[in-house]
């Protein structure tokens, strides 16, 4: 069975969320890309207590991706350290799951 997975970014801007967002569906990398617009983290950084409105991003896919997502999402985003997490996805309803196999297709031998 394919392992699915469910990937957590957090960008610094709308903008850069939709546009890796977009790139990654039409590259067949992901199946979808939700993504909630604003958020507010608080964290700390260089020792400050930041924070910055951000806009959250969850994407879905299969694990053979996720070294290649991962690889696009550092190429274009602003963050140095940007969260990049993934969740396995264990069980869900058949046809979706069936739906993101169709959606990600794997052509080439993973990274």
Same mark, same amino acid.
């Given at each position: 069975?394919?392992?699915?997975?469910?990937?957590?970014?957090?960008?610094?801007?709308? /903008?850069?969320?939709?546009?890796?967002?977009?790139?990654?569906?039409?590259?067949?990398?992901?199946?979808?890309?939700?993504?909630?617009?604003?958020?507010?983290?608080?964290?700390?950084?260089?020792?400050?207590?930041?924070?910055?409105?951000?806009?959250?991003?969850?994407?879905?896919?299969?694990?053979?991706?996720?070294?290649?997502?991962?690889?696009?999402?550092?190429?274009?985003?602003?963050?140095?350290?940007?969260?990049?997490?993934?969740?396995?996805? /264990?069980?869900?309803?058949?046809?979706?799951l069936q739906w993101m196999e169709e959606s990600t297709p794997v052509h080439a031998k993973p990274e």
């Amino acid at each position: 069975m394919t392992e699915f997975i469910e990937i957590h970014w957090a960008s610094g801007s709308i /903008d850069e969320a939709r546009r890796v967002s977009r790139y990654l569906v039409q590259e067949r990398l992901v199946a979808c890309a939700q993504i909630t617009p604003w958020i507010e983290s608080i964290y700390m950084w260089d020792n400050q207590l930041e924070t910055t409105q951000e806009s959250k991003i969850v994407l879905k896919s299969k694990k053979a991706h996720f070294e290649k997502i991962k690889e696009v999402i550092l190429q274009n985003c602003k963050y140095q350290v940007p969260e990049i997490t993934y969740m396995c996805i /264990d069980e869900g309803n058949a046809s979706f799951l069936q739906w993101m196999e169709e959606s990600t297709p794997v052509h080439a031998k993973p990274e």
